[in-house]
């Protein structure tokens, strides 16, 4: 199995609860011994051949056209066997419920996938399942988890059913129908078109999910495919997986949602291995919040005296290698980014490094110097990524490295400014990293590395599923909030410090020269749309205006620059503030 895939799917599952949809085929009970659609009506036609003494035909399906001039379908062959929909209920039961022979071979039970979908479904993960089958598994698993499902398994049940945003329960759409209901499609003609309703219906899950297929080839339900084609594409990724090679027209389906064909061994394997990843992930977490308090409680004794320096130094470089071993584990850089990929490998490098960014904070806020300026070896090493032979990337998918090492540099950032530890920040801020870094074999500034956007925005804004002119200072912003959550009264007063820091950050990027190219540049961010928003609707009173405006006013007393910032020298703050107002005024997005 393609296990790096598979892992990509777990993270993605776990950190997007509930957004993804499953499209499920005859592959994923066929373990369990039940027939394809297309073998039941072979089976019922060689019934229907019995009663008239015919036997021994290679192709049930033609010899039904020659007989009776037109394709068999279930409705057809059920009216020639059967009269009462309770005899055609009872004649179908035969293929979908086991005999007691069949019970006790283990036959027409549900399998091990459908128990670790169940699982899944239960703990939340999955809230909608679309099945070509016309079988009763998935109900059963589901109801051995005490949940029972709503089922929709004809268009005329659409009006019926309650919303699936606001059902409780997992809803299964059984798109072909179910054998109980026998009103079934499965000829080419009921496959290649499907009513109105059940387009739009089914349509609007492609848009709203994600889509994990599993036991469908795409081969034979031209009609769905369709309708995944004619669907606008989910914020959120597709993963096609298929046993062996995957068919042309799911090829075409996969390139076309922008999707992920995964090679598996089989659904039970899928399932199951994808279950236990979600809740290792699951218990992780959960096992980080019970160990939290704690460790805080550990690093704020660390803080309080000298006596402890060596035990601070070697709890930091614990964590620091821990984050660096997680994110070396999944450094892997040869495949297109997709949204889904990003979210990924964010949660994986967020997850990574919040220790530190919280052990971080408190440095800031209660540390001496050494405290906060041993985070800079932390921030250089996860900045490396060392060359081994055969390694390759494609373009774009090598600034993933950077993502958790981006996220602990802001938060250092922020606190740096909430507590005024200048002095500090600017150490780190000077620092630079070796060859050997994610951008390739030359030494970088840690500020180049970190503070530059690397992705432009369009990019950003597809693989965030956000539409931002700065799209990074709102994903910054957003993924550190929580931890800043105790140091401010209110949210405005973090994004207030978040754009204060943000610019300086702008700033010290112009003076220390961390541009690449001759030619003057700094990063930009929202900073430059809110400044213009404070000064106008909150008339300047606002904590990111005032401290921009001491700096004219103070001068070389201004707290950054007494500190060490800019030289320590106004005349260097103005410089390059001017250089980058031009460049702003000459940049900025609107």
Same mark, same amino acid.
Request: proline fraction near 3%.
């Given at each position: 199995?393609?296990?790096?895939?598979?892992?990509?799917?777990?993270?993605?599952?776990?950190?997007?609860?509930?957004?993804?949809?499953?499209?499920?085929?005859?592959?994923?009970?066929?373990?369990?011994?039940?027939?394809?659609?297309?073998?039941?009506?072979?089976?019922?036609?060689?019934?229907?051949?019995?009663?008239?003494?015919?036997?021994?035909?290679?192709?049930? /399906?033609?010899?039904?056209?020659?007989?009776?001039?037109?394709?068999?379908?279930?409705?057809?062959?059920?009216?020639?066997?059967?009269?009462?929909?309770?005899?055609?209920?009872?004649?179908?039961?035969?293929?979908?419920?086991?005999?007691?022979?069949?019970?006790?071979?283990?036959?027409?039970?549900? $399998?091990?996938?459908?128990?670790?979908?169940?699982?899944?479904?239960?703990?939340?993960?999955?809230?909608?399942?679309?099945?070509?089958?016309?079988?009763?598994?998935?109900?059963?698993?589901?109801?051995?988890?005490?949940?029972?499902?709503?089922?929709?398994?004809?268009?005329?049940?659409?009006?019926?059913?309650? &919303?699936?945003?606001?059902?409780?329960?997992?809803?299964?759409?059984?798109?072909?129908?179910?054998?109980?209901?026998?009103?079934?499609?499965?000829?080419?003609?009921?496959?290649?078109?499907?009513?109105?309703?059940?387009?739009?219906?089914?349509?609007? #899950?492609?848009?709203?999910?994600?889509?994990?297929?599993?036991?469908?080839?795409?081969?034979?339900?031209?009609?769905?495919?369709?309708?995944?084609?004619?669907?606008?594409?989910?914020?959120?990724?597709?993963?096609?997986?298929?046993?062996?090679?995957?068919?042309?027209?799911?090829?075409?389906?996969?390139?076309?949602?922008?999707?992920?064909?995964?090679?598996?061994?089989?659904?039970?394997?899928?399932?199951?291995?994808? /279950?236990?990843?979600?809740?290792?992930?699951?218990?992780?977490?959960?096992?980080?919040?019970?160990?939290?308090?704690?460790?805080?409680?550990?690093?704020?004794?660390?803080?309080?005296?000298?006596?402890?320096?060596?035990?601070?130094?070697?709890?930091?470089?614990?964590?620091?290698?821990?984050?660096?071993?997680?994110?070396?584990?999944?450094?892997?850089?040869?495949?297109?980014?997709? &949204?889904?990929?990003?979210?990924?490998? @964010?949660?994986?490098? /967020?997850?990574?490094?919040?220790?530190? #960014?919280?052990?971080?904070?408190?440095?800031?806020?209660?540390?001496?110097?050494?405290? #906060?300026?041993?985070?800079?070896?932390?921030?250089?090493?996860?900045?490396?990524?060392?060359?081994?032979?055969?390694?390759?990337?494609?373009?774009?998918?090598?600034?993933?490295?950077?993502?958790?090492?981006?996220?602990?540099?802001?938060?250092?950032?922020?606190?740096?400014?909430?507590?005024?530890?200048? $002095?500090?920040?600017?150490?780190?801020?000077?620092?630079?990293? &070796?060859?050997?870094?994610?951008?390739?074999?030359?030494?970088?500034?840690?500020?180049?590395?970190?503070?530059?956007?690397?992705?432009?925005?369009?990019?950003?804004?597809?693989?965030?599923?956000?539409?931002?002119?700065?799209?990074?200072? @709102?994903?910054?912003?957003?993924?550190?909030?929580? /931890?800043?959550?105790?140091?401010?009264?209110?949210?405005?007063?973090?994004?207030?410090?978040?754009?204060?820091?943000?610019?300086?950050?702008?700033?010290?990027?112009?003076?220390?020269?961390?541009?690449?190219?001759?030619?003057?540049?700094? &990063?930009?961010?929202?900073?430059?749309?809110?400044?213009?928003?404070?000064?106008?609707?909150?008339?300047?009173?606002?904590?990111?205006?005032?401290f921009f405006e001491n700096a004219d006013k103070m001068k070389d007393e201004w707290e950054p620059i007494k500190q060490g910032m800019f030289g320590g020298r106004y005349e260097e703050y103005k410089k390059v503030s001017d250089q980058a107002e031009e460049f702003y005024m000459k940049y900025m997005?609107?």
């Amino acid at each position: 199995m393609g296990i790096e895939r598979l892992t990509t799917l777990a993270f993605s599952m776990y950190s997007n609860k509930g957004a993804y949809a499953l499209l499920l085929g005859a592959g994923i009970s066929r373990s369990a011994h039940i027939p394809s659609g297309w073998e039941v009506e072979n089976m019922l036609i060689e019934q229907l051949a019995a009663t008239q003494s015919v036997a021994d035909i290679e192709d049930w /399906h033609q010899w039904y056209k020659d007989k009776y001039g037109d394709s068999a379908t279930y409705s057809s062959l059920l009216e020639e066997l059967v009269k009462e929909p309770t005899e055609r209920v009872q004649l179908m039961r035969g293929f979908f419920e086991p005999t007691d022979e069949e019970r006790e071979l283990g036959w027409k039970k549900p $399998t091990k996938a459908h128990k670790a979908i169940a699982k899944l479904a239960k703990e939340g993960y999955i809230r909608v399942i679309l099945t070509t089958n016309f079988d009763r598994l998935l109900e059963r698993a589901l109801e051995a988890e005490d949940i029972i499902p709503q089922v929709i398994c004809h268009e005329n049940d659409i009006e019926k059913s309650t &919303p699936i945003v606001h059902g409780k329960n997992v809803t299964i759409i059984k798109i072909n129908g179910d054998y109980i209901d026998c009103r079934f499609r499965n000829t080419t003609e009921e496959l290649d078109n499907y009513p109105e309703a059940m387009k739009n219906f089914v349509s609007r #899950i492609f848009e709203d999910y994600g889509l994990i297929t599993c036991g469908w080839s795409a081969t034979w339900d031209k009609g769905l495919v369709d309708i995944v084609n004619g669907s606008s594409s989910s914020r959120y990724n597709s993963f096609f997986t298929n046993v062996g090679e995957a068919s042309d027209v799911m090829k075409a389906l996969a390139a076309s949602r922008r999707g992920e064909i995964m090679l598996i061994k089989g659904a039970d394997d899928l399932f199951t291995e994808l /279950h236990e990843q979600v809740v290792a992930l699951e218990q992780n977490n959960t096992s980080r919040r019970l160990n939290y308090d704690v460790m805080m409680s550990r690093v704020k004794k660390h803080l309080s005296s000298e006596q402890y320096n060596i035990d601070y130094s070697d709890l930091i470089e614990k964590f620091g290698t821990e984050a660096y071993d997680k994110i070396m584990a999944k450094a892997y850089y040869n495949f297109t980014i997709t &949204p889904e990929q990003f979210s990924a490998y @964010f949660e994986l490098h /967020h997850n990574a490094v919040k220790p530190l #960014i919280d052990i971080a904070i408190l440095a800031a806020r209660w540390g001496k110097v050494h405290h #906060i300026e041993a985070f800079g070896d932390i921030l250089v090493k996860l900045c490396t990524k060392p060359i081994k032979n055969g390694d390759s990337y494609i373009d774009g998918t090598q600034y993933l490295h950077a993502l958790g090492a981006t996220l602990l540099l802001n938060a250092i950032g922020i606190a740096c400014v909430k507590y005024k530890r200048y $002095t500090e920040l600017t150490k780190i801020l000077k620092l630079s990293v &070796p060859a050997g870094n994610f951008m390739g074999f030359h030494r970088e500034s840690l500020l180049y590395l970190l503070g530059s956007i690397h992705w432009d925005y369009n990019t950003l804004n597809r693989l965030a599923g956000t539409n931002y002119y700065y799209p990074w200072s @709102f994903i910054l912003i957003e993924k550190l909030r929580s /931890h800043f959550k105790g140091c401010f009264t209110v949210d405005s007063e973090y994004e207030n410090i978040f754009y204060i820091w943000e610019h300086l950050k702008s700033l010290i990027y112009g003076y220390n020269q961390c541009y690449i190219l001759r030619e003057f540049n700094v &990063p930009m961010g929202q900073f430059l749309r809110s400044r213009n928003e404070y000064k106008i609707r909150y008339n300047g009173e606002e904590p990111y205006t005032v401290f921009f405006e001491n700096a004219d006013k103070m001068k070389d007393e201004w707290e950054p620059i007494k500190q060490g910032m800019f030289g320590g020298r106004y005349e260097e703050y103005k410089k390059v503030s001017d250089q980058a107002e031009e460049f702003y005024m000459k940049y900025m997005r609107y």
